[in-house]
C-alpha cells in the first residue's frame, strides 16, 4: 500500500497503526527512561536556520563523497536489525530502494537476510562490525564483507555491554523474535552463532582490526571530542556521532549538540556523520551546516518498510532528499559543502 504521509513523522504514525505492539515497541524504544531517544528529536527542534540570499542557489547537486564512495545525497541507511520482523523480505527491500536512490546502506552484522543477498541489491553498501571476543569468527565476517564488495567496516563501540530496553522488558518479545536470525551469525553448518560483545573493547582491538583488513574504518558511537585524536593515532577513517539512537546508556547528549565540538576537533581530516533523531530534510541540512559530512537514518526505514516494503524505503529516502534540496535552495546554498555554521542558530531556553 502506498503512504499517504506528508513527513516521516506522519510515515511512523501510519506504520504504528500497522505494526503489531511488541514490533512498534521494538523499533521506536530507547533504554531505561528513553531521554536520549525523545532528545535527539527534540534537539533539532531547538536549533533555528538563518539563511542567506540572494546567493544564486538555482541550480543544486545534493552528491556526496564519503571514503571514496560516491552518494546521490548525503543520507546513508544506518545499521539496524530486524527488518524482517516489518516485512518478509527485510534487508534486502531496504537495499533495493538504497541502491534506487543511490544512497549508501550499512548493513548490520545481525541483519536477518544475510549480507550475500543485501549486496545483491548492487547499490554501494559498508558492513557494520561488532567485534567479537572470537577473533576468527570477526575475521571471517571481515571476509564475508570484502568478497561481497563492501566498501568500508562501520565497528560500533558504543555497545561494550547491552543497553536495557525498557519497553522490551515489558513485553517480552523473545519468542515473537525467535524465528528470525542473525543470518551473518549462520555457521557453514548452519547453527547461528550467538553474539559475543566484548566488555573491554580498547584501542588495541581497532589496531587488531587494521592489521586484518585494507578496507576503511569507520568508528561508530563516538561522542566525546577526546575521542578524535585517539582515532586518528590508530588508523581510523571516518567516525559515526552516535548514541545508539538512545537505545544503550540513556541520559548521554543528543547528536546534533556534541556535533560542532567534534567537528572542531576533527578540522576536516576524515568525514562526519551523524545518526539519531533526524526526521526533516532541515535535521540534515542543520547537522551538515555543523560540521557532518552526512547522517544516517534507522527508525524511519523500519517505519517506511512497514507501511510498503521497497517502494516505502524509497519514499523517506526521496522524501528526505526533496526536502533538504528545498532548503538549501532557501538557504542559498547550491550543494552541502556550501552549509556553514552561521546558518544555525541555538533558540533561546
Not at 556526496?64 to 520482523?85: D, K, S
Amino acid at each position: 500500500m502506498a503512504t499517504s504521509a506528508l513527513s516521516l513523522v506522519e510515515l511512523e504514525i501510519e506504520a504504528r497503526g500497522l505494526l503489531d505492539p511488541v514490533t512498534y515497541d521494538y523499533f521506536a524504544g530507547g533504554a531505561d527512561d528513553e531521554l536520549t531517544a525523545r532528545e535527539n528529536e527534540a534537539a533539532f527542534a531547538g536549533l533555528r536556520l538563518l539563511p542567506r540570499v540572494l546567493r544564486g542557489a538555482g541550480t543544486r547537486s545534493l552528491e556526496v563523497t564519503l571514503l571514496g564512495t560516491a552518494a546521490a545525497l548525503p543520507v546513508l541507511i544506518a545499521p539496524t536489525t530486524g527488518h524482517r520482523l516489518v516485512h518478509p523480505d527485510g534487508e534486502a527491500a531496504t537495499a533495493r530502494a538504497a541502491a534506487g536512490a543511490g544512497a549508501i546502506m550499512t548493513v548490520s552484522m545481525l541483519s536477518t537476510v544475510a549480507v550475500e543477498q543485501v549486496a545483491a541489491a548492487g547499490g554501494p553498501l559498508w558492513f557494520q562490525l561488532y567485534l567479537q571476543a572470537d577473533r576468527a569468527l570477526t575475521r571471517a565476517l571481515v571476509a564475508r564483507a570484502e568478497a561481497v564488495g563492501c566498501l568500508a567496516l562501520v565497528v560500533t563501540v558504543d555497545a561494550s555491554v547491552p543497553g536495557r530496553l525498557t519497553r522490551d522488558l515489558r513485553n517480552d518479545c523473545t519468542e515473537q523474535r525467535a524465528e528470525l536470525d542473525h543470518e551473518n551469525l549462520r555457521d557453514a553448518d548452519g547453527r547461528v552463532r550467538d553474539l559475543e560483545l566484548v566488555a573491554d573493547l580498547r584501542w588495541t582491538d581497532i589496531e587488531w582490526l587494521r592489521s586484518v583488513t585494507s578496507l576503511p574504518i569507520v568508528l561508530k558511537g563516538v561522542l566525546h571530542p577526546a575521542d578524535v585524536r585517539l582515532a586518528l593515532e590508530h588508523g581510523v577513517d571516518a567516525l559515526v556521532v552516535s548514541n545508539h539512537g538512545g537505545r544503550q546508556l540513556d541520559g548521554v547528549m543528543p547528536t546534533i549538540e556534541v556535533l560542532p565540538a567534534i567537528a572542531e576537533e576533527v578540522a576536516g581530516r576524515m568525514p562526519l556523520i551523524l545518526d539519531g533523531g533526524v526526521r526533516r530534510g532541515t535535521d540534515v541540512v542543520k547537522a551538515c551546516a555543523l560540521g557532518a559530512s552526512a547522517v544516517a537514518i534507522g527508525r524511519p526505514v523500519a517505519w517506511g518498510l512497514a507501511v510498503d516494503g521497497e517502494a516505502g524505503v524509497a519514499w523517506v529516502l526521496a522524501e528526505l532528499r526533496a526536502e533538504m534540496d528545498r532548503a538549501l535552495a532557501l538557504c542559498g546554498c547550491a550543494s552541502p559543502v556550501e552549509l556553514t555554521p552561521d546558518l544555525v542558530v541555538r533558540r533561546p531556553r
